[in-house]
């Protein structure tokens, strides 16, 4: 096992700006909810919200792409590229990460 911090799963932080229980520690306000892929994120999301995600969008920044890190942190794809690119889980850091990179 290594200390080394490392990405975990795709992640979607949508912004609802309420506070949730149990989520990543850096995450104040908000619900993160992870799939093996991004979609699998969406379509959760879409399910738990009875079909209803384009209020939590990309195109009005309430809904951001990332990563859960082994340390329970969400990061961004750009800060994710970083970090798999340091644990050897990609072979560059080219500044975004996409879950396919790592399986």
């Not at 990543?24 to 908000?30: K, R, V």
């Not at 209020?55 to 990563?67: D, M, P, S, W, Y």
């Not at 340091?86 to 879950?99: R, W």
Request: with cysteine.
């Amino acid at each position: 096992m290594t200390d080394r911090e490392y990405i975990l799963c795709a992640a979607i932080w949508f912004k609802d700006g309420i506070k949730h229980e149990h989520q990543p520690f850096n995450i104040d306000t908000g619900i993160v909810v992870c799939g093996h892929r991004h979609h699998n994120c969406f379509y959760t999301a879409w399910g738990l919200n009875e079909g209803h995600v384009k209020h939590l969008n990309e195109a009005n920044n309430r809904a951001v792409q990332g990563f859960l890190t082994n340390t329970n942190r969400f990061v961004d794809r750009k800060e994710a590229s970083n970090i798999a690119f340091k644990a050897g889980q990609v072979n560059e850091d080219d500044g975004c990460l996409f879950s396919e990179d790592l399986y």
